[in-house]
């Protein structure tokens, strides 16, 4: 008698909770999100907060110690002619993956958004995400191999007898010299390869939602395929074309790995921020460092925004 007391009350308990939550639908909401926002609060915000308030300390030159007083001479130390070279190459590294991504995605997506159906799109997707199921060292590592003075790159063009042309337009000595493995072009090729996907999958589903009829009236109209493409399919395909800025913009950026194993030995951001908070034990500097690609990505966020990337998302 006394169980099926208690196994009444709490199904009723039960029943009284359910009611509540279908009376209250915020209340759903709330208790949905409150976890995943106490997550992002305390351990991502949280640390951002902390990282930036460990860029305005600074390091005593004698002693070596964190001075823990508010000062913005670490930020100073920025503008060095040394630190802000690394700015400086980071900052023209990303535009150029950036520019060179979206000049090659445009018409891969172009084609699967106006003439891949059926199976040859799904085989277009699956040929877009394929690399991204892969480890991304096992990649990086990859085209180092492909890339070295023995990889196939080097053999197929000495095999041809094109090695001049890597010598000549890419002021790379391959042949008996340096590779493409350790130079700022096998930088650039290998963070063009990994970031690709994520400039053509927000141009093609910009270009999806642009109606064939437009570029018909278009050249109804009179206007020539080359006008078309700059005063009709561009503009609206704009904002898939900064959304997939964004991911490839930020992701070079703030990455460590390609240049640290590809790379040569002037360094880009993410190794700057690794070296001074590890070897050099300049923690105020390397958050300086650390806080520079988060300013350079709230402004390119706001332009952004404003042109209607998001939309594209």
């Known amino acids: 008698?006394?169980?099926?007391?208690?196994?009444?009350?709490?199904?009723?308990?039960?029943?009284?909770?359910?009611?509540?939550?279908?009376?209250?639908?915020?209340?759903?909401?709330?208790?949905?999100?409150?976890?995943?926002?106490?997550?992002?609060?305390?351990?991502?915000?949280?640390?951002?907060?902390?990282?930036?308030?460990?860029s305005f300390f600074s390091i005593d030159e004698f002693s070596g110690l964190i001075q823990y007083e508010l000062t913005l001479?670490?930020?100073?130390?920025?503008?060095?002619?040394?630190?802000?070279?690394i700015i400086v190459r980071t900052v023209v590294m990303s535009a150029c993956v950036t520019i060179a991504a979206a000049i090659i995605a445009f018409p891969i997506a172009y084609f699967a958004a106006r003439y891949a159906k059926g199976k040859w799109k799904a085989l277009f997707y699956i040929g877009v995400m394929l690399p991204l199921w892969s480890s991304?060292?096992?990649?990086?590592?990859?085209?180092?191999?492909?890339?070295?003075?023995?990889?196939?790159?080097n053999w197929l063009f000495e095999t041809l007898h094109l090695s001049w042309l890597l010598n000549a337009y890419l002021s790379i000595p391959v042949i008996g010299g340096n590779s493409l493995s350790v130079s700022a072009t096998g930088t650039f090729l290998v963070?063009?390869?990994?970031?690709?996907?994520?400039?053509?999958?927000p141009i093609q589903a910009s270009l999806e939602r642009v109606p064939a009829s437009m570029l018909e009236a278009s050249g109804d109209l009179g206007a020539s395929p080359r006008q078309t493409f700059?005063?009709?399919?561009?503009?609206?395909?704009?904002?898939?074309?900064?959304?997939?800025?964004?991911f490839t913009f930020s992701l070079t950026l703030g990455d460590y790995i390609i240049p640290q194993i590809?790379?040569?030995s002037r360094r880009f951001i993410g190794q700057a921020v690794y070296s001074?908070?590890?070897?050099?034990?300049?923690?105020?500097?390397?958050?300086?460092?650390?806080?520079?690609?988060?300013?350079?990505?709230a402004f390119y966020l706001w332009v952004a925004k404003r042109k209607g990337a998001f939309d594209a998302l």
């Open 1 to 54: 008698m006394s169980e099926h007391v208690l196994e009444t009350e709490r199904s009723g308990g039960l029943r009284g909770i359910s009611d509540v939550l279908w009376r209250n639908p915020r209340l759903v909401i709330f208790l949905l999100l409150a976890p995943p926002a106490l997550w992002l609060g305390i351990v991502y915000l949280g640390s951002l907060f902390a990282l930036l308030a460990q």
């Open 73 to 85: 001479k670490t930020y100073r130390e920025l503008f060095t002619p040394a630190n802000f070279d």
């Open 136 to 153: 991304y060292l096992v990649k990086v590592y990859s085209w180092k191999l492909i890339l070295a003075k023995e990889g196939i790159l």
């Open 191 to 201: 963070f063009l390869y990994v970031w690709l996907p994520f400039m053509v999958l």
């Open 230 to 246: 700059r005063h009709v399919l561009l503009p609206l395909a704009l904002p898939g074309v900064i959304a997939g800025s964004i």
């Open 262 to 264: 590809v790379g040569t």
């Open 276 to 297: 001074y908070q590890g070897t050099a034990g300049n923690i105020p500097l390397a958050a300086a460092f650390a806080v520079v690609p988060i300013v350079i990505m």
